[in-house]
Structure formats: structure tokens, C-alpha cells
């Protein structure tokens, strides 16, 4: 066991259960073209998250701790999301882009599109995981769970975008099944305002796992490495 600088209060974490769970880092929603771009949110702060979370990739894969990408993605018919009875058919971002502009359909978070893609910086290696998701929670119709129990895995540190959407939900499903959340401050950012990421660190510090930051964590890792 190792012991981390978290807040609100140190956290004992072993990185032989560990994973890193890098939730989608997407050209949809790091890139200028992409679905949050599209949509007017603010990407200003995503080649930090990029930068943040490629550090500390680079520290977890020596150091060999699992590395599971989500990655949100529909069929080019959309039969997978939900139809007009679904509530993700009438909230979801990209969702209601494509309703309310019929020229985007079958463009926006459809697999294998440029969209859909993980960005070029973070791309998945021939050994991580990868799980297509296509509700917020990566946990909600996925083999996730699975995935990270045959593996034995129990801790889960989370970093992406958004923090208060895709990464707060399955954060919090996580804690739901009995994982231990740990979030990556600067490895995350919100779709919205500012205040809105203040409100998923309070929730995730008061309610539902802890929080530490990218340099920390590299640091941890290196130690455990060595």
C-alpha cells in the first residue's frame, strides 16, 4: 500500500489493484471541429487536461498499472441511443446537434468517425482497454465492471472530459460498486462554467472519493516503479 496526498485526507492505495481510467478524451470533446466546440463550450482548457493526463500515462505504464480508455460512440444509424423515448436521445450533446441540424446526423460521436476518435496524444496502446460507451456512465450497458473485476482491480483514478458529466457519472457509479474514486484535478475539466467543476470537486470530495493532482500522482508512481 501507498499512501497519497488526497483530499480531503490522505488515501492508502494499492497500485497493484489500481487502474487509470481516462474517460472521453475525445476529439468530440478536447477538439476545436468537435461536438463541445460545435455546441459553444469553451476549450481553452483542454490541452492542459491533455498534457496532464498524457504525464501521467506515461507514469502509469511502467510502473504497470492498467490503462481503460471509455470512448463515447453510436452506430451511424443511431439505433443505440435510445430512441425518442430515451431521455439521452433528447439531453446529449452531440444528440440534440444532429436533431436540430439534420446535416451533422451520422457525423457527431458516430464510431470510427474523426469525431468519435481519441486524440492523437493519448491514443490507447495495444495493451490498454478500451470500452465504447453510449451513455454517460461508462459503467451503464458496458462490460466495464467485468472488465476491472477479472482484473482485480480496486482502485480507480479518473481524468477527462467532462467533469461534470461523463466523469462525474461514472465516477459515481464506481462508487456505487464498491470502487475507490480518486479525481484528477487537473486531469479534468467541465463542460459549462467554471462553477460547475467546483461543484463535481465538492461533490467527489464530500460525498463520493477523493481528489489529488497529476504531479502527485507521477510522483507515486515513479516511487512505486522504482
Known amino acids: 500500500m ?3 496526498n488526497a483530499r480531503p485526507e490522505p488515501l492508502e492505495v494499492d497500485f497493484a489493484r489500481s487502474a487509470i481510467l481516462v474517460v472521453d478524451m475525445q476529439n468530440a470533446f478536447a477538439s476545436k471541429g468537435g461536438t463541445l466546440d460545435i455546441a459553444g463550450a469553451d476549450l481553452a482548457g483542454a490541452p492542459g487536461v491533455v498534457r496532464a493526463i498524457r504525464s501521467v500515462l506515461d507514469a502509469a505504464r511502467p510502473a504497470g498499472v492498467p490503462i481503460v480508455y471509455l470512448q463515447t460512440g453510436y452506430k451511424r444509424d443511431l439505433s443505440d441511443a435510445g430512441g425518442l423515448r430515451s431521455p439521452n436521445y433528447h439531453k446529449e450533446t452531440a444528440m440534440r446537434l444532429m436533431c436540430a441540424k439534420p446535416e451533422l446526423k451520422g457525423k457527431l460521436l458516430t464510431e470510427g468517425g474523426w469525431d468519435f476518435q481519441i486524440v492523437d496524444e493519448l ?15 461508462g459503467f451503464a450497458g ?3 465492471d467485468s472488465q476491472l ?3 482485480g482491480i480496486q482502485y480507480l483514478f479518473f481524468a477527462g472530459i467532462a467533469a461534470n458529466v461523463c466523469v462525474e457519472s461514472t465516477l459515481r457509479d464506481a462508487y456505487f460498486h464498491d470502487y475507490w474514486p480518486i479525481l484528477l484535478t487537473d486531469g479534468t475539466m467541465q463542460a459549462g462554467e467554471r462553477s460547475a467543476y467546483d461543484a463535481t470537486i465538492f461533490n467527489v470530495e464530500s460525498f463520493f472519493g477523493w481528489t489529488i493532482d ?3 500522482l507521477c510522483a507515486a508512481l515513479a516511487a512505486k516503479g522504482g
Open 214 to 216: 497529476s504531479k502527485q
Open 123 to 137: 491514443a490507447p496502446q495495444p495493451s490498454d482497454i478500451v470500452v465504447v460507451k453510449t451513455r454517460y456512465s
Open 142 to 144: 458496458t462490460t466495464l
Open 149 to 151: 473485476r477479472v482484473r
Open 2 to 4: 501507498q499512501q497519497l
